[in-house]
């Protein structure tokens, strides 16, 4: 039966400076492991950093067109409360309008029945100013 060789036996046929090979190759790997894990480390937090500028921006500008529809809506609702209280004032100046001439009627029925023909009117005309007396030396 063949029997296994001998680990020792082989190590001993290998040069001195293999095990501090070994020990370099290893330490570089840890090195560069730890080093890696830095860089993605680091990326990640710029890349957060650039996502919470990103939302910054995002929002702001969200907020400028929200105010810049707000300030519309404003002027809006102001030209709205304009015209309403316009559209109120011609009612008003309309029921009066219709106030008027259904009293104007009474007035001209009540003057028929009695027989009286109605005075026109007065025709308001701008009065000119007294004269001046005339000037003596």
């Known amino acids: 039966m063949l029997t296994a060789p001998d680990r020792s036996g ?6 001195d400076w293999v095990p501090w090979l070994q020990m370099g190759l290893t330490s570089m790997l840890v090195v560069l492991f730890v080093v ?33 529809l707000e300030q519309q809506l404003r002027s809006t609702v102001d030209r709205l409360q ?13 029921s009066d309008t219709a106030q008027l001439r259904q009293e104007l009627r009474q007035l001209r029925q ?15 005309t701008p009065q000119s100013p007294p004269p001046l007396p005339p000037l003596t030396p």
């Open 36 to 68: 890696l894990v830095g860089k993605t480390r680091q990326q990640h937090s710029q890349i957060q950093e650039l996502q919470e500028r990103v939302r910054g921006l995002e929002n702001s500008r969200a907020l400028e067109r929200t105010t810049a």
């Open 82 to 94: 304009n015209l309403e209280r316009g559209q109120a004032r011609l009612n008003a100046i309309g």
């Open 110 to 124: 009540s003057s028929q029945e009695k027989g009286v023909q109605p005075a026109p009117p007065p025709v308001s």
């Open 10 to 15: 082989a190590q001993s046929q290998l040069p």
